[in-house]
């Protein structure tokens, strides 16, 4: 497993958040800027986490006895990274239903836009919705 720091986690969060913005003023590419998107949050909320807990390198973390700790710095649920963060419920996640009817919650984002994976009709505002509340996240990081 690769281990990020705290410095690696804010430059994922800037540089992703850069490319997402340039993409979405093209209006180019949206399953890639979506996922860049996610990544870029994700990163930020570690980026939050780690100063939260007062704690630059992770590998403490990691390597540690505190399993709640451990189990949010490994994982890709944003919600229960911004319940940890104070702000649970702050931001809405709608809930897709995949044409393979999956569903994609907030933990696998990544996955469903990595993968470009197709949702059932009529769902297309709900992924505008997940665009604009990670966006929204990305600007509460900054």
């Known amino acids: 497993m690769l281990i990020a720091d705290k410095r690696d986690y804010r430059k994922g ?38 100063d939260k807990w007062n704690e630059k390198n992770p ?20 919600e229960r990274i911004l319940k940890e963060l104070g702000q649970q419920g702050n931001f809405k996640f709608p809930r897709l239903k995949t044409v393979h ?18 949702t059932q009709e009529k769902q297309l505002d709900k992924e505008e919705k997940i665009e604009a509340s990670l966006n929204d996240i990305a600007c509460w990081i900054k």
């Not at 996610?38 to 570690?46: D, P």
């Not at 403490?60 to 944003?78: M, P």
């Not at 919650?105 to 470009?116: G, L």
């Open 13 to 50: 969060y800037e540089k992703h958040y850069q490319s997402y913005r340039r993409l979405k003023g093209e209006n180019a590419d949206i399953n890639s800027r979506r996922l860049l998107l996610v990544y870029s949050v994700e990163c930020g909320l570690k980026y939050k986490l780690l």
């Open 59 to 78: 590998r403490k973390i990691l390597e540690g006895t505190d399993d709640k700790k451990r189990d949010i710095l490994k994982s890709h649920n944003l």
């Open 101 to 118: 009817k999956g569903i994609v919650d907030p933990e696998s984002y990544h996955q469903f836009y990595r993968y470009c994976i197709e």
